[in-house]
């Protein structure tokens, strides 16, 4: 399991190259979640804090909830977030070329 404090910019980066390769859109998701500990499991978790801005387009909303629900549930490690991170980034500069 990601601990997602220590690595929150390889999180943000996931979510932003996500949203860039499925809707072909450049978001800033600063202040679109934040990272809290359950309290139950006291593990760390990603909470969505959607603004208008996300709220207002259903798909975007849906899809950016699934993938920080694939994040907190999954046993993802920093390893694995690295390679699909750079998956999206090959496979971004593949469809500019």
Do not use: C, G, Q, W
Request: net charge positive.
């Amino acid at each position: 399991m990601i601990d997602h404090t220590e690595n929150k910019y390889l999180v943000y980066e996931y979510l932003v190259l996500s949203i860039k390769k499925n809707f072909n859109l450049e978001i800033n998701l600063f202040n679109e979640y934040i990272l809290a500990k359950n309290i139950v499991s006291k593990t760390r978790i990603i909470v969505p804090t959607f603004s208008d801005k996300i709220i207002s387009n259903p798909r975007i909303k849906m899809f950016l909830t699934a993938l920080i629900l694939n994040l907190n549930h999954m046993n993802y490690n920093i390893t694995d977030l690295k390679k699909e991170i750079e998956y999206l980034k090959n496979s971004d500069s593949i469809t500019e070329a």
